[in-house]
């Protein structure tokens, strides 16, 4: 009598980089994604080298033209294109730096020191979170008119440095530096301040950079505030440079689309340099040790 025994055939084992139907799904949802993100900003980069009839012509033109440094000669001569690029720079540079400095302090109080009042402070700091900005516009021009501040860098930079999300966002990160570090530092004799600047600092890297960011793109791109207290042409940032293009009755939109690619420059090249910093320093406070 004989006995067959079965033969069991394996399939090839699954390796980490193969495809499945649903990665691809995923691939092609994600790629899909990316192309309607990016198709704003494509037609941007296409219609600033048009006129204004070029840009409304049927059919739309999709390729790019020839009337792109025309249209920005056109900007330094009916707006000071060069002052306001100036004025938006060096207020959203200096607000960065400095706003770095108080939200990471702030944070770091937050985190690692125990006084009375402070679970509550910290309440009331991410309630403002809640609080639209309109609501503080009035108060703060008459504060500004009172300090005789306005059609000043200080009118832009000062009044926002304490951001309740960048507070927020270090003080959670912050959560994350082992008490043990900061212990030794200060066995070790460092003060405070050196405990903050070189040693907890230094670890908060992608954290810093993604406050970069938010900093810097929410100061570049505001336009209500600045709108509000500054009152001459030779002090407007960007954003209220370019508004001044919209005529009573006619519109250069080759100019106005150009001035747009030129103020979102700045922003796309601090994106891609500090971009590997950005994810990580968004997730840097979701583990707690």
């Not at 402070?121 to 703060?140: K, N």
């Not at 405990?195 to 993604?210: E, S």
């Not at 042409?233 to 209220?240: E, I, K």
């Amino acid at each position: 009598m004989t006995v067959q025994i079965p033969v069991v055939r394996r399939g090839r084992a699954r390796r980490p980089g193969d495809s499945t139907p649903l990665s691809a799904l995923l691939t092609t949802v994600i790629a899909l994604g990316a192309v309607v993100m990016l198709a704003p900003f494509a037609w941007l980069i296409v219609a600033a080298t048009h006129n204004t009839s070029e840009i409304f012509s049927t059919p739309p033109a999709l390729l790019p033209g020839s009337r792109f440094w025309t249209n920005l000669t056109g900007l330094f001569t009916n707006l000071e294109l060069g002052a306001a690029f100036k004025n938006s720079m060096i207020v959203s540079l200096v607000y960065t730096v400095f706003g770095i400095v108080v939200c990471s302090t702030a944070g770091y109080a937050f985190a690692k020191f125990r006084f009375r009042g402070r679970d509550a402070m910290f309440t009331v700091i991410v309630a403002s979170l809640a609080l639209p900005g309109q609501v503080t516009l009035v108060p703060l021009f008459q504060i500004m008119v009172q300090l005789g501040w306005l059609n000043s860098y200080q009118a832009l930079i000062l009044p926002n440095l304490a951001l309740p999300f960048g507070i927020f966002l270090m003080r959670q990160t912050m959560q994350s530096v082992p008490d043990e570090l900061i212990q030794a530092a200060r066995v070790d004799g460092a003060g405070e301040f050196r405990t903050f600047f070189q040693i907890v600092l230094p670890t908060m890297r992608p954290a810093l950079a993604a406050l970069a960011i938010f900093l810097f793109l929410g100061q570049w791109n505001d336009f209500v505030y600045p709108l509000i207290v500054q009152r001459t042409p030779d002090a407007y940032t960007l954003p209220v440079a370019l508004a001044t293009l919209h005529g009573v009755q006619a519109t250069d939109y080759g100019q106005l689309l150009t001035g747009t690619l030129v103020s979102a420059l700045p922003v796309l090249v601090l994106f891609l340099f500090l971009q590997r910093y950005f994810v990580a320093g968004l997730l840097a406070g979701s583990v707690k040790q």
